[in-house]
């Protein structure tokens, strides 16, 4: 923390991001059940959702469902395609207003930012007064609303944000943050996810009050470094800054499918496909990596992704390929023969080429 920094952090998330930006171009679809993602083609679509408004949530609709299975849930719902130019025109404006306020500003993804306001807020209720005054700026020029956490740090800020949505505003002093996160499910702490739950569950820990006082080295004996920071963070332990990224931090291409894919072959040729794209737009934003990642959706929805880390910095095409398919090969090695809805490839850990500078490999 720098002297200016009084270590009040805001979390900003928008609500339901996407069916409240289509909602808004739409007011007469206010009210009912939205869902935005893949078209569910009357229960037989293969995509997924991207996310609904808060009515169709009451049918147990959320992110990251099977589209065919969100239609059986709800079928008379609003299903709309995801119309990803008009959300990012959105959330650059959001973003934008954001900023303003901000002395420190970390937005991490298309609708959600970290900032902290510097001697402008000397407390925790001038800091929810100020955040008010951001929520009703965003509302007055958008017509969406977010959800505010504030907090001493970055993920109780987070976790506050989530507690109250929609349109919630939650504050959390430092003396408050033992009470608040002791009752809560584990699943709330960021990163942890179905199967860590699981894992946690078996364990015996249901709240982040069982993870705190469960013993840290079976944690880490368990689940290695992230055992280590689930355990601190379930004691309210984050020291992480907000930090300003301007630069990209990750480029990727991923392709669904209209029939699962069982030959690896075939599996391979896509794979190529994808990594010349990424590779395109690599070199366009010039950028070299160093992570190659690929992401795999197999027939029953499993979401997994492998990554490889060069020590070195890389630009090859041929690199991408090469790595991505040994990930998939070594995949199917220790899974047996897969069926992919989905194959994706990412590189990230970038390094931006400045003007005027090659792209040399092996140079860093
Ligand atoms: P979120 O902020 O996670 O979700 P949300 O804004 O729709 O709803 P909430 O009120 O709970 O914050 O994600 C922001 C956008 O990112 C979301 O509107 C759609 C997109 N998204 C996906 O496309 N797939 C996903 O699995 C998730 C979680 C989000
Ligand atoms: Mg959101």
Known sequence: ???????????????????????????????????????????????????CSY?????????????????RLCPHAVFLPVNMELYKQVS??????????????????????????????????????????????????EKL????????????????SDYNKPDGLTAIKPEEVENFLSPLPVSKIPGVGKKTNEALDNLGMKTIRDLKNFDVQVLIGKFGKSGLRIYQLAKGIDNREVEEQTEVKSISKEDTFDEDIADPITAEEIIDILSDEVHNSLVKKKYLFKTVTLKLRLDDFT??????????????????????????????????????????????????????????????
């Open 1 to 51: 923390m720098d002297d200016t920094s009084n270590g009040i952090k805001f979390h900003i998330d928008m609500d339901s991001f996407y069916s409240s930006v289509e909602v808004r171009e739409n007011p007469e679809l206010q009210g009912f059940p939205v869902i935005v993602g893949s078209d569910p083609k009357n229960g037989t679509g293969r995509g997924v959702v991207s996310t």
């Open 55 to 71: 009515e169709a949530r009451k049918y147990g609709i959320g992110s990251a469902m099977p589209v065919s299975k969100a239609y």
């Open 92 to 141: 650059s404006r959001v973003m934008n207003i954001i900023k303003k306020f901000s002395d420190k500003f970390e937005q991490v993804s298309v609708d959600e930012a970290y900032l902290e306001i510097g001697k402008t807020v000397g407390n925790y209720d001038e800091a929810s007064r100020y955040a008010q005054r951001i929520k009703d700026e965003i509302y007055n020029y």
């Open 145 to 160: 609303t977010c959800s505010i956490g504030i907090a001493p740090n970055k993920t109780i800020a987070k976790i506050a």
């Open 303 to 364: 979401t997994c992704t492998r990554s490889k880390t060069f020590v070195s910095y890389r630009s090859e095409a041929s690199v991408i390929k090469k790595e991505s398919k040994e990930l998939m090969n070594q995949f199917i090695k220790n899974n047996g023969s897969c069926k992919f809805r989905l194959l994706g490839v990412e590189v990230s850990k970038l390094f931006k080429i400045k003007d005027g500078q090659t792209m040399i490999t092996d140079f860093f």
